[in-house]
């Protein structure tokens, strides 16, 4: 591999356009350098306690490109969220109502547009929950998910090593025709728990001396402070240390990141490329803290805040303004519509997302973005939608609104909850009536034409599948 790509370089970078898209799984906005501005992290510590993120690469991306102040996923899942950014659609829209639940044949991705219009396509991915069999692959000329690293229930690889096999990859496919324009997804997993792979380096950036707790990263000290946090025992140095151990894994998914910058900078001239950075969706920590350091049973925020990062040249930078932040909410369903639209690819007139680009010169429909829980599995009914009656969340104008059905049936909620869309989704009274009622409306009217329910039990082959790879959620 070395030598092939030293006679590359040599012969001159390649001057073909080039589209990256990095997912961050598990990563939430505010673990990113470039959103301190709406940081929802530890508001009830002092500044001098909270852990402060180290994101320099994501953070220069954002300096020359534009960065989405609140973006969010549809959904808090891997596989479900990666359905809408591939897809153009919300969860509901795509038909993928949690993990081990493939993306059907009929729903249009985008990999496949960016084939037919004679682009190499490769992706690389970082866990076993976006293997082949999970439907994504389609459309991809080469899609690696040989992740062989068991944790836990799943299988994955840590992202340098991600990142060195995607150049890897780039090298043999012969790109350096001078003339073929590629197409490059790399998802990283690093940030999901436990979080112990960040290497020393940069993990003794994040270390707190004097702390004398039992926090580690490993599986058990994460097994802890669930258990303690729902207790109400876990302390403010535990907190912290969590905090810090999370951001590590995020600071090692941007150096991995550099790495692939830096990689592609040697193989090609850059000067028509547009990367895009997005978390896939957010994580808990110890907030809130009857659900904490986990995803999927609510839509807080803290659960589907991600960033997304988009930084252009040449003939992809129309449209982008060096150090623009876009305060309208955006979902991660407008990632589709947005990388054909700026690559020149045919458009799907099915999507539901939006080109972004029209959100950025401030000429787009004001819209609500919807998200909605993907557990607990066991309050799904047919033959309604699988996750209709788990906790839901309308944003827009300003407010978060959620409600969970499942808990006002068996619970005695008191739902809809109405918060500020603003660091630490504060409660509110100050909703005006008429915006309230427009944003419950946007839910009904989204139950009301949820597909049907999809059996899981419909799905065996695929989840023999996931059982050998050591993932079945």
């Not at 799943?154 to 324009?181: C, M, S, W």
């Not at 045919?346 to 973005?369: C, F, H, M, N």
């Not at 005695?412 to 603003?422: D, I």
Request: proline share 7%; charged share 20%.
């Amino acid at each position: 591999m070395a030598g092939l790509a030293a006679g590359l370089v040599g012969c001159g970078p390649s001057p073909a356009p080039v589209v990256v898209l990095v997912s961050w799984d598990t990563t939430r906005a505010d673990a990113l350098g470039c959103y301190a501005d709406v940081s929802h992290w530890g508001l009830d510590l002092p500044e001098s306690r909270r852990p402060v993120p180290y994101t320099p690469r994501v953070d220069a991306l954002a300096a020359r490109g534009v960065r989405h102040q609140w973006a969010l996923a549809h959904a808090p899942t891997t596989l479900a969220s990666h359905a809408s950014m591939m897809s153009g659609r919300d969860t509901r829209g795509a038909r993928v109502p949690r993990n081990g639940f493939p993306v059907e044949p009929d729903i249009p991705l985008l990999a496949p547009r960016f084939t037919s219009a004679g682009w190499d396509t490769v992706a690389v991915v970082g866990a076993s929950v976006l293997a082949k069999d999970m439907g994504l692959a389609r459309g991809f000329e080469v899609y690696d998910d040989r992740v062989r690293q068991k944790v836990r229930r799943r299988y994955e690889r840590p992202a340098h090593k991600v990142v060195a096999r995607a150049l890897q990859i780039v090298d043999q496919r012969g790109v350096f025709d001078r003339n073929t324009p590629l197409f490059l997804f790399v998802h990283m997993f690093d940030a999901h728990s436990p979080w112990d792979t960040a290497p020393d380096t940069i993990r003794a950036r994040f270390d707190d001396p004097s702390y004398q707790g039992s926090v580690d990263g490993s599986g058990d000290s994460v097994d802890w402070l669930v258990k303690s946090t729902r207790k109400g025992t876990v302390g403010s140095a535990d907190r912290a240390r969590a905090r810090a151990l999370y951001l590590s894994e995020v600071a090692a998914m941007d150096d991995a990141l550099g790495m692939l910058l830096d990689g592609l900078g040697e193989r090609f001239t850059m000067d028509d490329s547009l990367v895009v950075l997005v978390g896939d969706h957010g994580e808990a920590l110890d907030q809130p803290s009857i659900r904490p350091y986990g995803h999927g049973l609510d839509v807080d925020l803290v659960a589907t805040h991600v960033p997304f990062v988009v930084a252009g040249t040449g003939r992809f930078a129309d449209g982008l303004t060096e150090g623009q932040v876009v305060a309208e909410p955006v979902g991660l369903m407008d990632l589709a519509p947005t990388l054909s639209a700026i690559a020149g690819l045919s458009p799907d007139p099915t999507a539901q997302g939006v080109d972004l680009r029209t959100v950025w010169s401030g000429s787009a429909e004001p819209r609500w973005v919807l998200s909605e829980a993907t557990k607990p599995a066991d309050v799904e009914q047919a033959p309604d939608w699988n996750n209709v009656r788990k906790e839901r969340a309308v944003v827009g104008q300003g407010l978060v609104v959620t409600h969970t059905p499942w808990a006002d049936a068996t619970q005695g909620g008191t739902g809809p909850h109405v918060f500020a869309l603003a660091p630490g989704q504060p409660a509110t009274a100050e909703a005006p009536t008429a915006t309230l009622q427009s944003m419950l409306r946007a839910l009904s009217t989204w139950d009301d034409e949820a597909p049907a329910f999809r059996d899981p039990h419909m799905t065996d082959e695929t989840k023999e599948a996931l059982r050998a790879l050591g993932y079945l959620d």
